[in-house]
């Protein structure tokens, strides 16, 4: 008989309660950041409007969070220690849309199954109870005076697990989890005041906070929370707000997310997919952008029963839930306000005054002159100064100067605009290459005559592979036998442009380029072509074709970012040059 198929046991029978807490233990307190957690919800959803903690040893030693909550009577404090005991719930019903942090009945239990745990509580000033408990059992109970509220200290965690104990991480490593986790649950309740020691030593004290942006000031800093750009966005009864990182900035610190569903942190990988997709086109692949996001939803679509220490959701239907997160964020990622910034940008706190409007507001001006794309560098020549063409009213534009034929610059509201014409006129290519693509209209321009173009096997590869989208992107090239092109006709995006160097500068730089999904495919060609096709650093521009550039980037969805990760426009504010003068 094999080792394996020898019954080891031949009873069954119904584990000791200590154990069973132990091991339901291990679901909920896995080290000391959980015990962190459960601990703070409680005292949130004690209505505590001000938590104290403070930890030693990483939490390995103690870990004492006080609160000015609700309290409880003696009898509460003693029962609050067994399992299942819970005042958030009474019935399954009342599961659905539940508000509180809380529902479970579990963590306390839990908690003190493998620690040396006391309580001191009391439910008004004065008379309270002390309730000392280990290794799941409660040793005695006390009458002492306090405060209203809750002191719950967990000592010497997983003293009886010695298993556990041997996988907890260094002092370092288990403090940087609780700071986390303190940090996460101050996002979510930005009302209550929160203070937090180390060893005794000062490590957070965050004031109540009104706006999601001052709280991050107080526990990231200023710099790092004023960079941020607003999120706010309704649909139905999904309402997505927060603020999320510049593309400019994305990938050059350390990255954070922080996603709250109905002021509950969860991880949500498809929620983060969302918000990250929203960023597609503005930054290069791999690089993946900080993210703060509240989601608000109807209690009845979501379901937060489906993990025990409550770390997940589930959606109902999550589709049209990371649809609204993915628009709000892309909503946000569309002003020019939006572009990299020199210096800090200011914001003036909700407090005081509202948030400041973006100077160009992409969504209301759209609707305004139409938008002379195809019009954009018709007409010109640099040895002739081009009449005022197709370009837009100069009432809407503001003066633009070119600088190193490379830059145009303007001033509004905030401070001054440098654009990047090439990246600009790129994003605007790119743009209406992606229409052409999913519209299917080809604005093209047959050539006098043909154009034959000798490649090498490579490049014939890369257009045999891309052969449908050049077509539907407006060329007609036919094959010539061998490797040779005939180009009859292409897109004319403006006088400058070089059907040739195009053509084979974008196969150039598709060889290689290996099968990836349908959609990254018309992007890859569309970004590639937008980039050969788009005018050059160097090449001067007309007052009108300056014009005609603002106005076309103005009516992208993303104007302040190129196809590449780079921005397209560079704001040097006001209140940054103010400084550099000495004047603030
Ligand atoms: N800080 C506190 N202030 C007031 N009451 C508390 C506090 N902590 C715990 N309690 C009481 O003890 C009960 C048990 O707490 P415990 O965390 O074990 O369960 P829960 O919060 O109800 O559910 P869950 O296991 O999902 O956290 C709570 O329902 C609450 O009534
Ligand atoms: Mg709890």
């Known amino acids: 008989m094999s080792v394996a198929s020898r019954p080891i046991f031949q009873r069954i029978a119904l584990l000791p309660s200590a154990v069973a807490d132990q091991i339901a233990a291990g679901e909920v307190v896995e080290r000391p950041s959980s015990v962190v957690k459960e601990l703070f919800e409680n005292a949130l959803d004690a209505g505590a409007t001000a938590i104290d903690l403070a930890i030693e040893d990483g939490g390995r030693q103690s870990i004492r969070v006080s609160d000015d909550g609700s309290g409880m009577s003696r009898d509460d404090a003693v029962l609050s220690l067994e399992r ?12 659905v849309g539940v508000r509180s942090f809380g529902f479970r009945g579990e963590a306390l239990a839990a908690i003190c199954s493998v620690s040396q745990l006391e309580i001191e509580t009391a439910l008004d000033d004065g008379a309270g109870t002390l309730v000392r408990a280990a290794g799941g059992r409660v040793v005695d109970v006390t ?6 509220g809750t002191t719950i200290r967990v000592a010497r965690l997983f003293f009886n697990a010695p298993a556990r104990l041997k996988f907890l991480r260094g002092t370092r490593s288990e403090w940087r989890a609780i700071l986390d986790v303190v940090g996460g649950m101050a996002l979510t309740r930005r009302d209550v005041r929160v203070t937090m020691t180390h060893d005794g030593k000062p490590a957070l004290a965050l004031p109540a906070a009104l706006s999601l942006r001052e709280r991050l000031a107080a526990v990231y800093g200023a710099e790092f929370a004023g960079r941020l750009l607003e999120v706010d966005d309704v649909l139905g009864t999904t309402h997505v707000a927060g603020l999320v990182e510049r593309p400019a900035d994305a990938g050059t610190a350390t990255r954070r997310v922080f996603i709250s569903v109905n002021g509950r942190a969860v991880r949500d990988v498809g929620l983060v997919r969302a918000a990250e997709s929203a960023y597609r086109s503005t930054i290069p692949a791999g690089v993946r952008p900080t993210l703060f996001l509240d989601v608000v939803v109807a209690g009845d679509v979501v379901d937060v029963n489906v993990h025990p220490a409550k770390a997940e959701v589930r959606f109902r239907d999550r589709w049209p839930i990371e649809r609204v997160v993915e628009n709000a964020v892309r909503r946000a990622l569309g002003n020019f306000e939006s572009g990299a910034t020199f210096g800090r940008t200011v914001w003036p706190s909700p407090a005081t005054a509202p948030v400041v409007a973006p100077p160009v507001d992409v969504e209301a001006l759209n609707d305004k002159a139409p938008t002379p794309n195809d019009g954009l560098f018709e007409r010109d020549d640099d040895s002739v100064p081009a009449p005022p063409v197709v370009s837009p009213p100069a009432a809407d534009v503001p003066p633009l100067v070119q600088l190193r034929r490379m830059y145009l610059m303007f001033e509004h509201e905030h401070g001054v605009v440098l654009i990047d014409q090439h990246s600009a006129h790129e994003r605007v290519l790119y743009e209406q290459f992606m229409r052409t693509i999913d519209d299917g209209e080809q604005p093209a321009q047959r050539l006098l005559f043909p154009m ?3 490649l090498g096997p490579a490049e014939a590869d890369a257009f045999e592979r891309h052969r449908d989208l050049f077509e539907r992107l407006g060329f007609e090239i036919e094959g010539f036998g061998g490797h040779t092109l005939l180009v009859r006709a292409v897109p004319m995006p403006h006088p400058r442009f070089d059907p040739e160097r195009c053509v084979r500068e974008t196969l150039a730089s598709l060889t290689g380029d290996r099968e990836t999904g349908a959609h990254a495919r018309h992007e890859r060609l569309a970004a590639t072509v937008a980039c050969k ?11 009108g074709e300056m014009r005609a550039l603002y106005v076309a ?3 992208t969805t993303l104007p302040a970012h190129d196809v590449h990760g780079r921005a397209t426009i560079v704001q040097l504010t006001w209140d940054e040059i103010d400084r550099r003068f000495g004047r603030r």
Do not use: E, F, M, N
């Open 553 to 555: 980037l103005r009516d």
């Open 143 to 148: 009458p002492i005076a306090r405060r209203r």
């Open 533 to 543: 096709a788009a005018i050059k650093a160097g090449d001067a521009l007309s007052p």
């Open 84 to 95: 299942h005991a819970t005042s958030k719930i009474h019935s399954a019903q009342d599961l």
């Open 452 to 454: 034959t173009l000798h």
